[in-house]
């Protein structure tokens, strides 16, 4: 169904080999290196170093990108560690207990920048807060992203679902940013400085009238966000009414975007508890049932997630 081949200058790519349907679970993987919440930089090394010499491999063959800033500060936690892990390898030694294992600085800054660069955040409600997973680690970023990918707690594995209808030969992207909404420079800055690469997707393209349509949508979302959130703070939207048009608004701009996902099946979702709390069951029912389709597509039928929001349709359904 796909394939990693050279994307050109962003080097490696996923690519379709056959065309791909909406909703299509397109691969899966397990962690290769994943860190628990609480856990740090120190951590992720240990971690490391129990990797077989194969999987080793494959991690040292992803993409890195440090800034001078972010690399003064890992030289900085990988002198800690080295010092703490001598002394206390030293100490163990002594006392008769395991040999001497030293670690490596210049090999722990690898491995942090590696870790950082590729590692997923995997939300609050998983049993791991960070992981890597090599091949995942293939698939390009897009600012209109025909792919998503959520972890599965219970499977232990990271799914990629296609969020739209995919062609052959088409490469498969992810949205690496967290924000949603940001104008073209912010996203450019923040792929950059993060990832060291400026994206040349359709939406960052304004040469196009769709890459200056799209910026011109994203501009307005992202004016239309900060307003709110203004009046809200300001205390002077307060009803909810007001908070179920700014809902619907954002759902507009994110179907005018052609963007899928959980992002805009959560929105589906608050928009059926709005109106479910105004009376408006009918209205309700038609925003979870959307809602329900998409995570659907981007979750598939056995996550948790999408169990949650098929109770929450199956609810509305009973008060009809
Ligand atoms: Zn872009």
Not at 6 to 17: E, I, R
Not at 74 to 102: C, N, P
Request: proline share 2%.
């Amino acid at each position: 169904m796909h394939e990693i081949k050279s994307a050109g200058l962003k080097g490696l790519g996923v690519f379709a080999k056959t065309f791909i349907p909406r909703g299509t679970r397109i691969f899966s993987e397990a962690p290769l290196l994943a860190i628990s919440p609480g856990q740090n930089a120190g951590d992720i090394y240990s971690a490391s170093r129990s990797l077989s010499s194969d999987d080793r491999r494959r991690f040292l063959g992803l993409s890195t990108h440090v800034t001078n800033e972010l690399k003064i500060m890992r030289w900085s936690q990988a002198v800690w560690y080295t010092l703490t892990h001598t002394l206390s390898s030293l100490f163990r030694r002594e006392k008769g207990i395991g040999a001497m294992s030293w670690p490596n600085p210049k090999e722990h800054v690898t491995i942090i920048s590696i870790f950082r660069n590729n590692a997923f955040n995997l939300g609050a409600s998983s049993a791991f807060q960070q992981a890597v997973f090599p091949k995942i680690s293939r698939i390009n970023h897009s600012c209109v992203p025909n792919a998503q990918g959520n972890f599965h707690d219970e499977l232990g594995r990271f799914n990629i679902h296609a969020t739209r209808d995919i062609e052959t030969g088409e490469e498969l992207t992810l949205n690496y940013l967290q924000e949603l909404g940001a104008a073209r420079e912010v996203r450019q800055e923040r792929l950059m400085s993060g990832y060291g690469f400026s994206c040349e997707c359709t939406a960052c393209d304004m040469s196009s009238s769709k890459g200056r349509d799209s910026e011109k949508r994203r501009v307005k979302m992202h004016e239309e966000l900060a307003k709110y959130v203004e009046e809200v703070a300001g205390g002077s939207v307060q009803s909810s009414e007001a908070e179920l048009e700014a809902v619907q608004r954002f759902i507009r701009l994110l179907e005018g975007e052609r963007i899928a996902g959980r992002e805009l099946s959560s929105l589906y979702l608050e928009a059926a508890k709005l109106n479910e709390g105004h009376g408006k069951l009918k209205e309700a029912l038609h925003c979870a049932e959307r809602g329900l389709e998409i995570d659907r597509d981007c979750l598939g039928i056995d996550h948790p997630l999408y169990q949650n929001s098929l109770k929450a349709v199956d609810d509305l359904r009973r008060l009809q």
